[in-house]
Structure formats: C-alpha cells, structure tokens
C-alpha cells in the first residue's frame, strides 16, 4: 500500500510481515539490474522500517545485537531499488543498487565465498508426469 507520494505505507508493511519467534525478517538482497543474489541479512521491524523509508539496506546483527548499514564502515554500500515480501510475507526481497563488495570477506557476493558441486538435475523429457 502506498500513500499520494508513490511511498510505502510502513505500519501496513509491519502489520503484513512475519517476523519469526527471534523477531527478525530474512532478507535477501539483490543486485537490482543484474538480478544476481549478494547476501542475506536479517531484519527486524526498526531495520525494515529504515531500509523502507531511507534508501540504505539497514540489518539487526545476531551476533553482535545491534543495527547495522551495509557500507557505513566500508564504503560498500546498497541503495534500495525495490522491494518486496514472498507469497507468506516471511522473507523479504530487496533489490539494490550495490557499491563495491556486498560480502564482509571482500567477495563480491557471500554466495562467491563457498561454491559447491551438487549433481545438477534434468526435468523429464516429456514433461512432468514421465
């Protein structure tokens, strides 16, 4: 829902998300254009509502139990292109403009970091009911 603006109705917004019994949100962030996956960070309702309302990708760290912007220490920043929650309102998509590396170990995405070698599958030849 948004208001004469074109901007989010943030308390509609938290009233529809499923934060789970921890409180926090999983966000996975995207490179806007590229649709490449950077990193998941989790949010609570505050770093939901401040990547919603300030352009910047905010995260609640588990680890260290307070707020952080991705970039205010390293440069590496993600500007807010988009968002949007999945079909249970328990995950949440957003899609940024990224500056620089989106991981803490200076890979380009987290998902760089530890590549695996899965046995890749095929879809029947006929369809799904072969």
């Known amino acids: 829902m948004t208001d004469s603006t074109n901007r989010v109705d943030i308390d509609s917004v938290l009233r529809r998300?499923?934060?789970n019994s921890?409180?926090?949100l999983p966000a996975i962030i995207q490179q806007w254009d590229s649709r490449?996956?950077?990193m998941l960070g989790?949010?609570?309702a505050e770093a939901l509502r401040r990547t919603l309302t300030e352009g910047r990708v905010t995260f609640w760290s588990r680890s260290r139990q307070e707020y952080w912007r991705k970039?205010?220490?390293s440069g590496n920043a993600q500007y807010v292109r988009a968002a949007a929650f999945d079909?249970?309102?328990d995950t949440l998509l957003v899609s940024?403009?990224?500056i620089g590396n989106a991981c803490h170990t200076g890979a380009h995405a987290c998902f760089d970091v530890d590549p695996l070698a899965?046995?890749?599958g095929s879809p029947p030849l006929g369809g799904p009911d072969e």
């Open 17 to 19: 998300a499923t934060f």
């Open 22 to 24: 921890d409180g926090l």
């Open 36 to 38: 490449e996956v950077l």
């Open 42 to 44: 989790y949010m609570n």
């Open 71 to 73: 970039g205010d220490t």
């Open 87 to 89: 079909c249970d309102a």
């Open 96 to 98: 940024v403009e990224q």
């Open 118 to 120: 899965p046995v890749i």
